[in-house]
């Protein structure tokens, strides 16, 4: 079976420019996560979504970072006016959250956002 | 807030060399900690779920503790081969808050020389 697909796998942007990364979860997981990894770092948590809902979006840095899951499916991460600061990979992953105890997240290769 | 400390940061050993990967966390309040491996370019793949319940779990040539009450885990590669060259990274589920995010250390990049 297909795992967790991203697109597009490279994105060069110059600075103030719109972006959208697209998530595309194994089929049949309710639970989708939005990770960033900055050079040298660990994943940081973005936002989650259940289904359509966006359960928890703390990890958001700021207004110019939204996402949408409108069917409960495909996802995708919308960055308004990116700033040189946003070039990072981000990662996708998605699980069954059957129970929290045993839940394990399937990721996605990533996209590299690169800010000019 | 939840942090995740992994030492070294880097580790190069040659080939058949067994070794231990470190992790550490500061609120012992989780689900579970999870290892995972990252190759240059791709995603994470979990090699091993451990719940806060367990004390280890064991895949194959890999054995990993945990020490809930100390905030630590451990993770032991026996008899490594140039394809264990990755960055692993150790990643706690906090307990509550209903989204169970992981919490992730900065990562271990492993070398192992033929």
């Known amino acids: 079976g297909a795992g967790v697909s991203q697109t597009p796998s490279n994105k060069v942007t110059e600075k103030g420019k719109y972006v959208e990364l697209r998530c595309d979860p194994i089929s049949g997981h309710t639970a989708l996560y939005w990770y960033r990894q900055s050079l040298g770092q660990g994943p940081e948590f973005l936002i989650y979504f259940q289904g359509t809902g966006a359960a928890d979006d703390s990890g958001l840095p700021n207004d110019r970072f939204f996402a949408v899951r409108p069917e409960g499916s495909v996802s995708t991460l919308k960055i308004q006016r990116t700033e040189r600061g946003d070039s990072a990979v981000y990662l996708c992953?998605?699980?069954?959250?059957?129970?929290?105890?045993?839940?394990?997240?399937?990721f996605g290769p990533g996209t590299r956002l690169t800010v000019l | 807030k939840q942090e995740v400390t992994q030492i070294p940061a880097a580790l190069s050993v040659p080939e058949g060399e067994n070794l231990v990967l470190n992790c550490s966390f500061t609120?012992?309040?989780?689900?579970?900690l999870q290892w995972f491996r990252q190759d240059p370019g791709k995603g994470l793949t979990s090699l091993l779920l451990?719940?806060?319940?367990?004390r280890e779990q064991t895949s194959g040539r890999l054995n990993a503790s945990l020490d809930k009450s100390s905030g630590r885990s451990t993770l032991y590669i026996a008899a490594s081969q140039p394809g264990d060259s990755a960055t692993y990274l150790c990643a706690v589920t906090r307990l509550g808050g209903g989204s169970e995010k992981l919490v992730f250390g900065k990562g271990t990049k492993l070398t192992v020389n033929p």
């Open positions: 609120d012992s309040a989780i689900y579970n």
């Open positions: 451990i719940q806060s319940s367990q």
């Open positions: 992953a998605s699980s069954l959250k059957v129970s929290a105890s045993t839940d394990t997240q399937y």
